[in-house]
């Protein structure tokens, strides 16, 4: 489980998002207010597709856990 939280922190990240507020992780519960962002490529599939080839996964700034949110404008 270390090699995993040490490869976490060593991670480079798409991007960094400061939110306007604080809010709590839903799975550390700790306060935060960035999230960061990761890019996801498909790499193989051994079948046709009709899933995107990319996508983004935005990720907790304090445990690094991956939290259900979306990125867009209003």
């Known amino acids: 489980m270390a090699d995993v ?3 976490l922190q060593e991670t480079d990240f798409e991007a960094e998002y400061a939110m306007e507020s604080s ?5 550390c519960s ?11 490529l498909r790499s193989k599939v051994n079948f046709t597709s009709t899933l995107p080839r990319k996508g983004y996964v935005i990720i907790c700034s304090s445990c690094r856990g991956m939290l259900s949110a979306t990125l867009g404008s209003i």
């Open 23 to 27: 809010l709590k992780c839903p799975r």
């Open 30 to 40: 700790e306060e935060i207010s960035n999230l960061y962002v990761v890019r996801l």
């Open 5 to 7: 939280a040490e490869f």
